[in-house]
C-alpha cells in the first residue's frame, strides 16, 4: 500500500471526489499501440496523430447558388442585359470571363477569373443568349472563398479526439483517407457474489439476477473497449485472488463489480492488497462510497460496488475518465459539462457525501428546464436508471429550495 488512505473508519477516511479522480488519473496512461485504419473503419476510435489537411478547402473561390457570374463593374443600375458568355457546371474547369458578359454558373462550380460576384438566378430572366439582371449584386454576394474552411497543412483535427461522423466528414474533405488510433482497450471483468445467476437460468432460493455483468459491459463496449466477460466468481477470498491475476494477465484493466465492502464475505480489497496495491477506498458520494482502485502486477483495477445504481454512477464519475484517459482521450473531454438547470424539488437535508440523484431534466409548462428527482434513494432501483435522463449533483450539506440552481450531468454526456 502505497498512497492509500484505506481505513475502515467511516466519514474522516472518505477520500472527496476530486481528489479521488486526481489520484486514478495520475495512473491512468494511454495504451501503447497504434494502428492506422481507412476512414471507412475508424467511428469511435481515438486519433492517436491529429489530421492534417492535405488541401486548401475550398480549393478555389465558387459558387455558393445556381445563378449569374458577372463582375460588378459591368453592372447599369436595375435590369442590366448582359450576354451569357459560358456556362459552368460544378466539375468543370472555367474560362475567365470576358468583360461585358455574364457566365451561367452553378452550385460548386469555380467562379472565372475576373468575376466577382454570382447573382442568384431568382432576380435574373433569361432572353434567348443573354440574361437580364433585375438588381445589381455588391462585390463578393454569394461567393465562398479559397480556403474558407481550412487551409493546407493545417492540423484540423487533435489527437486524442474519439472519431464522430463529423471527423470522419473532415477527414475526408481535407483528403485524408487513412487515421492513425489507439488499439482498442482491453477490460476484463467479472462478477462477486454467490448469489448470482445469469439471466435465463432459473432463480434458486436467496438467488438474484447478475445484472451488472451487463450493464458494465454496455458501457464499455460503448466507448469501444473490447470486453473480457470472465463471469461470477464465488465468494472466497482464494476465488477472487485467482480471478484478479487471470484478469490483470490478459487486459489492461480489471474491473469488478460488488464484494469491494467490509463484510466477511467481501473479498476484494484483501485480495488486491495480497496481490498487489490498493491505492484507494472508499469516497465521499452518494451512492458508490466503496470504489476501490489499486494495481495488480502493473494492471490498473476498478472495483465498483455491488449496488446496481452505484455501479451505475462510480462507473460514470470514476471509470469514465479513466478509461478515456487510458484510450487517449485528451484531458479537455475527460469530464462531462454539468448543465445548469431549476431544481423542481426541495432539498431541506443535505449528505455528509455529494450526492447523485437520479433524476429527469425536462421543460415545464412555461417552456423551462426543470430537474426532478426520481422518487426513492435506493442504490438498488435499477428502473430508476430507465427512468432517468441524468444525474442531479446535490452538494454535501447545502440544501435546495424549488426554483434554485442545480447541476445536472445528462446521461448523454455521461455515456459517450
Ligand atoms: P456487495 O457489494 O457484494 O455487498 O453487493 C451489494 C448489493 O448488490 C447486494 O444486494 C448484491 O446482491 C447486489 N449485487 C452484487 N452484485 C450484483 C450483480 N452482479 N448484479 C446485481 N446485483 C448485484
Ligand atoms: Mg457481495
Redesign the pocket.
Given at each position: 500500500m502505497s498512497d492509500c488512505d484505506c481505513s475502515t473508519q467511516a466519514g474522516p477516511s472518505l477520500k472527496p471526489l476530486e481528489e479521488a479522480l486526481e489520484l486514478m488519473l495520475s495512473h491512468a496512461k494511454a495504451v501503447e499501440g497504434i494502428e492506422e485504419l481507412p476512414l471507412s473503419a475508424a467511428l469511435g476510435r481515438v486519433l492517436a496523430r491529429g489530421v492534417v489537411s492535405q488541401v486548401t478547402v475550398p480549393p478555389w473561390d465558387n459558387s455558393a447558388m445556381d445563378g449569374y457570374a458577372v463582375n460588378t463593374g459591368d453592372m447599369q443600375g436595375e435590369n442590366t442585359r448582359l450576354p451569357i458568355s459560358q456556362r459552368i457546371p460544378a466539375g468543370s474547369a472555367p474560362e475567365p470571363l470576358q468583360p461585358g458578359t455574364a457566365a451561367r454558373i452553378f452550385t460548386g462550380a469555380p467562379v472565372p477569373e475576373n468575376a466577382d460576384a454570382v447573382v442568384i438566378q431568382e432576380v435574373c430572366r433569361q432572353e434567348g443568349d443573354a440574361v437580364i439582371i433585375a438588381e445589381p449584386p455588391k462585390a463578393g454576394a454569394n461567393i465562398r472563398r479559397a480556403g474558407e474552411d481550412t487551409e493546407r497543412g493545417i492540423e484540423v483535427i487533435p489527437a486524442g479526439v474519439r472519431i464522430g461522423p463529423q471527423h470522419l466528414g473532415l477527414a475526408a474533405a481535407v483528403g485524408v483517407g487513412r487515421v492513425s488510433v489507439y488499439r482498442r482497450l482491453k477490460v476484463a471483468l467479472f462478477?462477486?457474489?454467490d448469489?448470482?445467476v445469469n439471466p435465463g437460468e432459473p432463480l434458486g432460493p436467496g438467488q438474484?439476477?447478475?445484472?451488472?455483468?451487463f450493464t458494465l459491459k454496455g458501457l464499455l463496449e460503448g466507448l469501444g473497449c473490447e470486453v473480457i466477460s470472465l463471469g461470477?466468481v464465488e465468494?472466497t477470498f482464494d476465488a477472487t485472488c485467482d480471478a484478479l491475476t487471470n484478469a490483470a494477465g490478459q487486459a489492461d484493466l480489471v474491473m469488478t463489480?460488488?464484494?469491494?465492502?467490509v463484510?466477511e464475505?467481501?473479498h476484494l480489497k484483501p485480495a488486491v492488497e495480497k496481490l498487489g496495491t490498493l491505492n484507494l477506498w472508499k469516497i465521499a458520494i452518494r451512492p458508490g462510497k466503496?470504489l476501490a482502485f489499486g494495481h495488480i502486477a502493473g494492471t490498473p483495477f476498478i472495483g465498483t460496488?455491488?449496488?446496481?445504481v452505484?455501479?451505475f454512477v462510480t462507473y460514470c464519475l470514476f471509470a469514465r475518465p479513466f478509461v478515456l484517459k487510458a484510450q487517449g482521450v485528451r484531458d479537455e473531454e475527460l469530464t462531462p459539462t454539468p448543465i445548469l438547470a431549476k431544481a423542481g424539488f426541495d432539498w431541506p437535508k443535505p449528505d455528509k457525501r455529494r450526492e447523485f440523484a437520479r433524476a429527469r431534466l425536462e421543460l415545464d409548462e412555461q417552456g423551462e428546464a426543470r430537474v426532478s428527482l426520481y422518487r426513492s434513494r435506493s442504490s438498488?432501483v435499477?428502473s430508476s436508471l430507465v427512468w432517468a435522463n441524468g444525474l442531479a449533483v446535490l452538494t454535501e450539506k447545502q440544501t435546495l429550495a424549488q426554483g434554485d440552481l442545480v447541476q445536472f450531468l445528462p446521461f448523454n454526456e455521461l455515456l459517450k
Open positions: 462478477s462477486s457474489g448469489e448470482l438474484i439476477y447478475n445484472s451488472n455483468e461470477i465468494d463489480s460488488g464484494g469491494v465492502s463484510g464475505e467481501d466503496p460496488p455491488g449496488n446496481p452505484s455501479l438498488g435499477l
